[in-house]
Structures are given as structure tokens and as C-alpha cells.
T-cell receptor, first 115, second 115 residues
Framework: GAVVSQHPSWVICKSGTSVKIECRSL??????MFWYRQFPKQSLMLMAT?????????EQGVEKDKFLINHASLTLSTLTVTSAHPEDSSFYIC???????????FGPGTRLTVL | GENVEQHPSTLSVQEGDSAVIKCTYS??????FPWYKQELGKRPQLIID?????GEKKDQRIAVTLNKTAKHFSLHITETQPEDSAVYFC??????????????FGAGTRLAVHP
């Protein structure tokens, strides 16, 4: 199956700093990638749809100026959590579908802890 | 937009028993319904999926049924084993999601299989 990687797998940062998370499709091209956030014992909540070469589409209630998304190539999308605060601590997961297929392939996730 | 509800939130069974998890969706035009298994700290793993033109699908001990009229679909696990213990999520892709195949997840079911 298709492989999606994320980096870093975990990160600890101080409040007020920015953190960048990378999502890569390793063996296929992804014009679209999705970013999810998962709090402990909760479901995956879609944050935004990352589109190669154009602006991301954010879900209602997600601050686009706080969660910056850049999809600069067909294999890489980045999520930057700006001015992170403890309430941003969560498990961030990306996914990518193969074109014209419903199935999505998930990255291994990034656990962010903001002190 | 699409709303997916999942029940029960927790399920405890004895090894060898069957487990059933049910989901309902709101968008009658939704056309793809995957089920994911997620172990603690790991990415969701697709275990089975069903499309709207099919009523039932089986893969060894796992089966999914879809009732389009009632807008609900269910996951059936037979002969449960301790390694089936995990959180299971249903999801749906609304027919009209801007062409992006966005997954909308249910709240999850924590399954515990006791030896």
C-alpha cells in the first residue's frame, strides 16, 4: 500500500514558539492531503485540506492564521502551529488519498506537547 | 454537512464472542464508509470499507453491513481475540465534499476483549 510519513514523531516546545510538522507521501503523488487533530480519548477531527499549489481549506472553527499549511510539492505538506499554547497539545495526523480512490493513507502522527 | 454517530462508546466482550459496532450518518448522498482500528499512539489502520452500492462485505472475521435506507452501517467482528482490543472508528465521505473526499469520523468505540 501507499506510504505516508510524518516528521517529527513527537515534539515538546515552550509556550509561544512555533512548531512545523511535515507530511510526506513516499511512493505516490498527493495533490491533496488532510490534517487531523486528535485529543486524548477523542476522535480525529479534520482541521484542513491541503491543496498542492493553492491555499488550504480550513474547517469551521480552525484558525488559519494559527495553523499555517503549505503544500509546496506533490509529496510534501507542512503544518505550522504558530505561537503554540498548552491547549494546542495534541496528536496531529495527516492523510493522503491516491487520486481517484476513496481510501486514505495516514501518517504515523506527531505528538505535540506545549509546556 | 455530514454527521456520523457511533455506538457504543465502549464495548467489553469475552474472547471468542462477537462484537458489533453501529454507526449512523446524516448525508444520504454519502458513498464510502470505511472502518479504522487505532491502537494507542498509532495511526488509524483501515480494516474494511464498503461503498454505497454494496449491502455487505466480509473479510475473514470482519464484516460490514450497510443499510442505505436507514443510513446506518455496522461492523461485525466474530471470534474476537485479545489483539482485537483497540479503538474502532467508522467514517463516511460525503458525496459533496468539494471533490476532496473528506473523511468524517464517528466518535470511536473502545473495544476490550478479555481472555
Amino acid at each position: 500500500g501507499a506510504v505516508v510519513s510524518q516528521h517529527p514523531s513527537w515534539v515538546i516546545c515552550k509556550s509561544g514558539t512555533s512548531v512545523k510538522i511535515e507530511c510526506r507521501s513516499l511512493d505516490f503523488q498527493a495533490t491533496t492531503m488532510f490534517w487531523y487533530r486528535q485529543f486524548p480519548k477523542q476522535s480525529l477531527m479534520l482541521m484542513a485540506t491541503s491543496n498542492e499549489g493553492s491555499k488550504a481549506t480550513y474547517e469551521q472553527g480552525v484558525e488559519k492564521d494559527k495553523f499555517l499549511i503549505n503544500h509546496a510539492s506533490l509529496t510534501l505538506s507542512t503544518l505550522t502551529v504558530t505561537s503554540a499554547h498548552p491547549e494546542d497539545s495534541s496528536f496531529y495526523i495527516c492523510s493522503a488519498p491516491i487520486q481517484d480512490h476513496n481510501e486514505q493513507f495516514f501518517g504515523p502522527g506527531t505528538r505535540l506537547t506545549v509546556l | 454537512g455530514e454527521n456520523v454517530e457511533q455506538h457504543p462508546s465502549t464495548l467489553s466482550v469475552q474472547e471468542g464472542d462477537s462484537a458489533v459496532i453501529k454507526c449512523t450518518y446524516s448525508d444520504s448522498a454519502s458513498n464510502y464508509f470505511p472502518w479504522y482500528k487505532q491502537e494507542l499512539g498509532k495511526r488509524p489502520q483501515l480494516i474494511i470499507d464498503i461503498r454505497s452500492n454494496v449491502g455487505e462485505k466480509k473479510d475473514q472475521r470482519i464484516a460490514v453491513t450497510l443499510n442505505k435506507t436507514a443510513k446506518h452501517f455496522s461492523l461485525h467482528i466474530t471470534e474476537t481475540q485479545p489483539e482485537d482490543s483497540a479503538v474502532y472508528f467508522c467514517a463516511a465521505i460525503p458525496a459533496f465534499s468539494g471533490g476532496y473526499n473528506k473523511l468524517i469520523f464517528g466518535a470511536g468505540t473502545r473495544l476490550a476483549v478479555h481472555p
